[in-house]
C-alpha cells in the first residue's frame, strides 16, 4: 500500500501526517507500506516543514526529515492513495489528476472515527 498525503504547500499538515503514519507502520515492518507527502503549489519545494510543526511533533516524540516536493503527474499512477487536507486541496488533485489516475484521492478525515471535522484546517 502506498499512499501520499498533500496540502497546500507541504510544510504543516501534510509532512505532520506523513510522520504520524511513518511512526505508526514503524510497529508494524511486516506491512511494507510506503508513505510521503506533497504540496499543490511550488512555492515551498526543496523546503524544511515549518518549525511550528516541527515542535508539535517533537513535543509528541516524532521526528521528521522531509524536504517539501510538488506533487507529480507519476504520484498519480504510483500511490494507491492521495489523501488530501481540505476540499481546497481535492479540488486541485482532481484538477491535476490524469483521466486514467491509479490512485484514489480523498480527503485525510474522511478515515476519523468520528464524524465531525473531517476537514484538517491549514494553520
Known amino acids: 500500500m502506498k499512499i501520499l498525503f ?63 516536493r510538488q506533487i507529480r503527474r507519476e504520484d498519480f499512477y504510483e500511490f494507491d492513495f492521495i489523501l488530501g487536507m481540505d476540499e481546497s486541496n481535492l479540488y486541485d488533485l482532481r484538477k491535476l489528476a490524469p483521466e486514467d489516475c491509479r490512485a484514489r484521492i480523498e480527503l485525510l478525515g474522511k478515515y476519523r472515527m468520528e464524524e465531525v471535522d473531517r476537514i484538517i484546517v491549514d494553520p
Open 6 to 68: 498533500v496540502c497546500l504547500a507541504n510544510t504543516c499538515r501534510s509532512p505532520m501526517a506523513e510522520a504520524v503514519m511513518r511512526h505508526l507502520l514503524a510497529k508494524e515492518p511486516h506491512l511494507g507500506w510506503t508513505v510521503d507527502s506533497a504540496a499543490i503549489a511550488d512555492w515551498n519545494v526543496g523546503g524544511l516543514p515549518n518549525a511550528r510543526s516541527l515542535e508539535v511533533l517533537r513535543g509528541n516524540g516524532l521526528k521528521s526529515r522531509h524536504i517539501s
